[in-house]
């Protein structure tokens, strides 16, 4: 790297680390252009991208379709709020939710944690009370909810107390799943160990002795945000 573009990189350093929380240690590159899998340094220095800004950039970098979209929209409406309607989100929604089924249904956020949080208030809204079971050493984004599903301390112990509410299962254990969390359809006392039966009341709790609405709800994350985040 020439001396100009470590002065480029200095300057832009001190502006971040003067001006912007410091919540994340960053790589000392700035970029001022990508191509394809390719971003470029104010020196023109090419850097190959492995990881495609999260997965977020999964078309690549500035694809040409993508740009003349998005230049295109930028001229004609760039904002409209959330309390009216707008044709391309209405014909995006139908593309996606066609690939679900005929009763899916879409919800549009701007990041991984907000679906994150759109799925939990989801699930608790379908099924209120009962626990959400989380694997140990998860990630699933750093807002309240999203961070009280991700079970490591360093992330979590600065912003205790966090949102009850969750139960971590080992991951080596993934049968622990299927039973963590129930709750007894005959006592509703909370169930934490594997058992066929509510060691409370004797009540039997596998297959279709369990009431179908005490069976475990699946939220399923394919977070690539900006592209495929979808929760369900
Ligand atoms: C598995 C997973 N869940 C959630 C998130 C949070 O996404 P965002 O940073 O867009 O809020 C990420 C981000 O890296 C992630 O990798």
């Excluded at 191509?35 to 190959?48: K, R, S, V």
């Excluded at 209405?90 to 990041?111: C, H, I, M, P, T």
């Excluded at 934490?192 to 709790?205: A, R, V």
């Amino acid at each position: 790297m020439g001396e100009r573009v470590t002065s480029r990189l200095e300057e832009v350093r001190m502006l971040d680390a003067e001006h912007v929380m410091a919540t994340y240690a960053r790589q000392p590159a700035a970029f001022v252009r990508g191509e394809g899998a390719t971003l470029y340094d104010a020196d023109g220095e090419a850097y190959l991208d492995f990881l495609s800004g999260i997965s977020v950039c999964n078309a690549g970098h500035c694809h040409p379709r993508v740009v003349e979209a998005v230049r295109e929209q930028a001229g004609r409406l760039m904002h409209a709020s959330n309390l009216y309607l707008t044709e391309p989100a209405a014909r995006l929604a139908e593309r996606l939710a066609s690939s679900f089924g005929a009763d899916a249904k879409v919800f549009f956020g701007n990041s991984g944690a907000e679906a994150n949080e759109a799925a939990l208030k989801l699930a608790r809204k379908h099924r209120r009370g009962g626990e959400i079971v989380v694997l140990e050493g998860a990630f699933h984004g750093r807002t309240m909810g999203a961070l009280s599903a991700t079970p490591q301390e360093t992330k979590q112990e600065p912003f205790a107390p966090l949102v009850p509410g969750f139960v971590v299962v080992p991951r080596a254990d993934a049968r622990h799943c299927h039973r963590i969390g129930y709750t007894c359809p005959s006592c509703g006392k909370p169930i934490y160990e594997e058992s066929e039966q509510c060691p409370k009341c004797g009540t039997y709790l596998d297959g279709t002795d369990a009431p179908p609405q005490r069976r475990p709800l699946w939220i399923g994350l394919g977070v690539a945000a900006g592209a495929n985040t979808a929760s369900q």
